[in-house]
């Protein structure tokens, strides 16, 4: 049988709070330079919402880190990456699972990543610099971008800009796997990836 992959699910909420106070910023200051909203950011650094990469890019450029000041994910060194190798990452208690595809090294443009999508996801609307490129490896996607929405199947690929407002989830019983591509003006560790999804704690 193939050996189960790990997850890894750092705690952002308290390294936020904690890298915020270390840059003396209130939580309105970081608010204002993130784009994130007062109520949800408290809601994240007291663990109690989880926020999707793209969220997190923001706030991790407003805080002056990169991604992995928050998530450890293996990037090996020359690039290359194995088929069953890679690990799965998730952001706390969020249902979507990451593999990171791409490697760091100066002067890279471009982020990778496969995502595995759980039956039933629906992602917030955002919009942002750079594009982005989906292609569908497994199952089925609704891509909404602008005024528009693509039933997306096995094989099929998007390309669009990033500042059209988009969004996708995952309207079948199946959990759904995409590759997604991206060249944006927050990356690796000059920066963070931005990725257009949103999860949150359920309510008690």
């Not at 039933?120 to 610099?129: A, F, L, P, Q």
């Not at 800009?161 to 989830?169: C, K």
């Amino acid at each position: 049988m193939p050996q189960e992959k790990t997850i890894q699910e750092p705690k952002v909420g308290p390294t936020i709070r904690k890298r915020r106070k270390q840059l003396n910023m209130t939580l309105q200051a970081l608010c204002d330079a993130s784009g994130v909203s007062v109520g949800y950011l408290s809601q994240v650094e007291r663990d109690n919402a989880t926020p999707s990469l793209g969220t997190l890019a923001q706030i991790a450029a407003a805080l002056e880190v990169g991604l992995d000041y928050f998530i450890s994910a293996s990037k090996p060194s020359d690039g290359l990456t194995r088929a069953g190798s890679r690990p799965l990452f998730a952001l706390d208690n969020s249902s979507l699972r990451y593999e990171a595809l791409g490697a760091e090294f100066p002067g890279s443009e471009m982020s990778s990543y496969v995502l595995h999508i759980p039956a039933g996801y629906t992602s917030e609307t955002v919009s942002h610099e750079g594009e982005e490129i989906i292609y569908v490896l497994d199952g089925e996607i609704e891509q909404t971008l602008g005024d528009q929405t693509f039933r997306m199947t096995v094989g099929d690929c998007l390309h669009y800009r990033g500042d059209t407002p988009h969004a996708w989830r995952n309207p079948t019983e199946q959990t759904a796997r995409i590759l997604w591509t991206g060249t944006l003006t927050v990356l690796n560790r000059a920066g963070a990836i931005d990725l257009p999804e949103l999860s949150q704690k359920p309510e008690a």
